[in-house]
């Protein structure tokens, strides 16, 4: 178990299914009545016969449904292989593991390079603005289609981890146990400052055409810039300068020569965001980063633990030292508001210099602490999946 | 001396004057001989009969020659009017304050955006990549023509920090003091990662014209989503949160418009991009931020405190604690690089929650450690400014 990940044993293929849900409408937080909607889910492990190791893993901006093992042909691994497999943290072994490509985004479920049946051409500026709410309401019509009663956990880091508290405030019949990683209860405006430069820079790009860009190239420049913006953000001063200092990149003297590509930090970042290009739609970084910007669970609420007063799951929040983007002091804020609420919960900080991108990469040291969470969560809290009422198969 | 900077006397009107120098051209840190050089500076108040009371105040980024008083017919003072002025910490009653545009800016300076001789046009992407250093030397040649002999001090934030360091470096004779504030002796990679995002989305736009742009109307969306990373990067998490928080602008409730304008902070980010834009070269924003990230002090040299070892000044290193961009650790770095090297250097954090904007904002704080730090500096190097060969008149 301690041994590297690269010799750990992987799920192997993986595969990606697809599913027609809320054929008669979502309502959205926008108020607008949305459908059918497309989800892409993948699915690892063996469901109980009493439906009761369900763990529902939520990615974050960029991500999709391929969480682990390899889709047919292809090398990369899912976004979180190092968590989840047989023997991992999210043991493939016990638990059966959903994850679903989240409303709006484009790796397979409805967003908005996705057809609208009302014209027959991809929705672009048409696509409803959707909510983190809303992401969990159709992940809650996908678990009635795959008659999951409750899970045993929802979890998820940055983005996904939003959408595990808020399945604990949606749904607190449905989810035992949360595990929120590199994330906050809302966005500070520093936050939402970062989102808007990465959202103006797209729209800044001529080729962006107000959204309705699909018959075109697309704001390629402009989503390249946006990558850029996030890629310095997910990084940490003390793990940048670990990783390129002041290096050069094939040369062994400053250049002097304008637009010079002197420093490997800067052929880092042209890199970053360029390959983004070829693999993300451009107005699902806006639509998805608004959702982020809009998220707050305290909203309608006269504090954030009188949001946390329904709930019925236990808690553990796991920030990192070095995140920047989502500061610790933002997920000690939950704990102490889910505490005050009279709720469980348990905040973990996690050393380490890889700034926000600690989530998808320190399975050594998150390993034991969800394990572990993972086993209170199944004996703790076992009355509760079996509560009658709970969900009517 | 303890109201605010409102209330305080200001210098009235200042004039910017306008000199050509270096008509045998400068030799660059690129190898490149540059000139002639137009340099536009301001002074205020009076140099002493045995000239010793000098003072070279250096600009930021986005600053010009007019560091304080209302040029004519303008309502907005200069950059640090706070700081400078009759009574204030840079008093105009004791000292001959100087202030000049850097060479490669676009308030008077020659810059990118100026006309080459050579070509009657604007160089454009003819002009030479310049560094701190030549800045400097543009700085040295402007003194000789105003027959200074030795700075009193040399003094600035951010690359005004890293000038007023260099000039003690390259000019051990001829600067008594430095004040170096919110800066760093060279830029992290975070540091370098941030002006390379602001340099990309110039870069991005077909505006742009690969510099030359002159002719038309430029880079201005690229230009002002520069200018949004930047701002971001100059406030504090703290300051936003008490500035904007999530504060919605002319609504109460979430728009769940696409592209909607919800968050104050939105707005704010926008405004700062777009009046940027009037105001600023996109040239002199690339030629600039390539400037700050080449900066090394220690470049060709075994060590930091090596580079330091033949410096004469005495030195204030002025940090804000809430600063991510110039986080307080690099000056500390450099005040025991200069005590390392057998110098003299006092270290000073100010708790402020204004980010690296504190430079600009922070004066009640700052103005007792300048005030009694030019007295020292006024007291203690006195034999130093009338040393024989110091600089021949």
Redesign the interface.
Known sequence: MTSSSESRPSLGIAETRSVELCRDGLA????IKFGPITVAYQTYGTLTPNRDNAILVCHALSGGAHAAGYLAGQKKPGWWDVMIGPGKAFDTNRYFIISSNVLGSCYGSTGPASIDPASGRPYG?H???V?VRDMVNVQRHLLDHLQIPSLLMATGGSMGGMQALQWAVSYPERVRSVIAIATTH?????Q???N??AR??I????EWKD?DYYDGDGPR??L??AR??G??TY???AG??R????RLKGRER?G?????L?????GY??HQ?ESFVDRYDANSL??LT?AL??F?LSNGCNSLSEAFSGVKSIFMLIAFSSD?LY?PYQLKEVAQAIRRSGGDATYCEINSDYGHDAFLLEHRQQDPLVKSFLERAAHETRGFALTPGNWEL
């Open positions: 959205l937080d926008s108020g500026s696509f409803p603005v909510t809302r966005h500070s405006p520093q939402i400052a970062f808007e430069v103006q820079a729209m800044a790009d001529p959204g420049l402009g390249g810039v850029m913006v890629h310095v990084l940490s001063d940048m300068e990783k390129f200092g002041r400053y002097y020569q304008f637009k010079a002197d420093f490997e930090v800067q970042l042209q965001g806006l639509f608004t910007d809009y707050d920047w500061p």
